[in-house]
């Protein structure tokens, strides 16, 4: 059973490029949410799905976009990426009851140069 | 709006000793709680939570946490240090979309 997989762990970009993290969970959840993690600050939330073709904005929803097209999938679009986007990227997923923990995957480290 | 606050950036105990960690949180309603582990490289797991019930909940590697809902904290504690415990701890509140994270405590565990 591999939970949440992401891909890749490491990616360095130059200002002005796009990449897709790609984000898989095989536990059949319902949702799943990307945050992103920096230093000295927790985990704030970028978007979120509650089922295959839904999904809503986060906290700090600028820059990025999403799309669901599958219960397992959810990747996350960086369009034009910019230096304040260089973070650690976590990907995550629920069965969806209010009190169920987040299974994470390992994280995606980005750099933005 | 709800949020969460770890007062301590960093904690250095000693193998055996035992630990506390912080967390104060503001919630409009009853608080769903949750103390999640990092692990260098990894993706954070789940230690315990809270959402009703007994005020002091039993999680994973020998962690408890204690709700107090006057003092509006929900503090970690461990009885004996292991080195293995060494990692960021991070304190949440709330649920699905609306789930606030905590900075984050970094635990050194001397030998």
Not at chain 1, 96 to 113: A, H, I, R, Y
Not at chain 2, 26 to 35: E, I, N, Q, V
Not at chain 2, 74 to 80: D, E, I
Request: hydrophobic share 35%.
């Amino acid at each position: 059973n591999a939970g949440v997989t992401q891909t890749p762990k490491f990616r360095i970009l130059k200002i002005g490029q796009s990449m897709t993290l790609q984000c898989t969970q095989d536990m059949n959840h319902n949702y799943m949410y990307w945050y992103r993690q920096d230093p000295g600050m927790g985990l704030k939330l970028i978007y979120y799905s509650v089922g295959a073709g839904i999904t809503d904005k986060g906290e700090v929803p600028n820059g990025y976009n999403v799309s669901r097209s599958t219960t397992e999938d959810f990747p996350l679009r960086l369009e034009l990426a910019a230096p304040s986007q260089t973070s650690v990227y976590f990907c995550a997923s629920s069965y969806g009851s209010s009190n169920e923990k987040l299974f994470f995957g390992s994280g995606t480290q980005l750099s933005v140069l | 709006a709800q949020s969460v606050t770890q007062p301590d950036i960093h904690i250095t105990v000693s193998e055996g000793a035992s630990l506390e960690l912080r967390c104060n949180y503001s919630y409009g309603a009853t608080p769903y709680l949750f103390w999640y582990v990092q692990s260098p490289g990894q993706g954070l797991q789940l230690l315990l939570k809270y959402f009703s019930g007994d005020t002091l909940v039993q999680g994973i590697k020998g962690f408890e946490a204690e709700f107090k809902r006057s003092q509006s904290s929900f503090n970690l504690r461990k009885p004996s240090v292991h080195w293995s415990d060494a990692a960021e701890y991070f304190c949440a509140v709330g649920a699905r979309d609306d789930m606030r994270f905590g900075a984050g405590t970094r635990l050194t565990v001397k030998p």
